[in-house]
């Protein structure tokens, strides 16, 4: 068991009062009428994926039912940050990566498993495609 | 004064009413007294409880006003006034559980409604969905720290504190008004549960329910 910090409750709490509610910072197409049905289908249906820093959606369910947004590391679990609704994230997987650099951490380029792994494109792997249908 | 339709959930007359625990008490009677006890429950039914919505700052001078008690703006606090009887709770950043003693709910509601006007909030009699359980004795927190993952160290839960959180898998509000004194609000269809798991618990520290 782990503790949460709850931006609302301003607390950590124990896991078991929170849920996760899937990836965070998706926006409804402004005009749902107008919008064409693969973005459409994008915005239902698909998700990121990432191998290291995503952004969630949790709700602390067993408190004060407020949904916030929570910055996970998908490879070590570590909880990065947690800040409520409407604000923005201050760790994001480019400022985790140029942490890594200063570092000299050797990291493995987004999506894949080793390092110096060599992606047919290194396009369809770049931060901001992940999770995209490749 | 706003347009809301409002009615007393308690009827005329004096039909007989049930708290939430009236089932545990009819079916499983109260432990037999013992002397020098570690626990003592209390069941504080028929109260009325109110849930506030709306803006901090808009509810604080109508509570002030009306109960003349200043409203718990800090997360997790719970504010009483002189007599202990009236307590308001910070549930979440827009939302507070208002408990007073039974009977006075709807004319609270009445005139909390007349001060907010036309002001954005809402205000639910919840009084029929819960009821409030009081726990003392020297193993009270022993009997808490089985039960919920919620730290009760006295340092990290002082007097004045309130949370919601997991208590033996079921939802309560765990509150302490006073030194030796701690409150549970359960939910009406958790509380024969709830009652039943804190008589197992406390049972090793002997265990009295006041009726
Ligand atoms: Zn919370």
Redesign the interface.
Known sequence: ?FHIYCP????H??E??FHPKGQAHIQRPADPEACSDEAWGDYLFFRDNPRGVHHELWVHA?????FFNITRHTVSYEILETYKMGEAPTVTAKSVSEKDKQAGVQAATGGWQTVGARPESEALNDASNQGARV | MSDVKEFDTRPAGSPSAESPLAWSFHRRGTPPREAGAGVTLREKAFLGHMVLRGGAIVLDEAVREVLGITLPARPNTLALDDSGERSIQWLSPDEWLVIVPGGEEFALEGRLREVLGQAHYSIVNVSGGQTVLTLRGEKARETLMKSTPYDVHPQAFPVGKGVTTVFAKATVILRRPTEDTWELVLRRSFADYCYRWLLDAAAEYGVTVER
């Open positions: 068991m609302y409750c301003e607390e709490r124990e078991e009062e067993v408190g004060c039912r407020k």
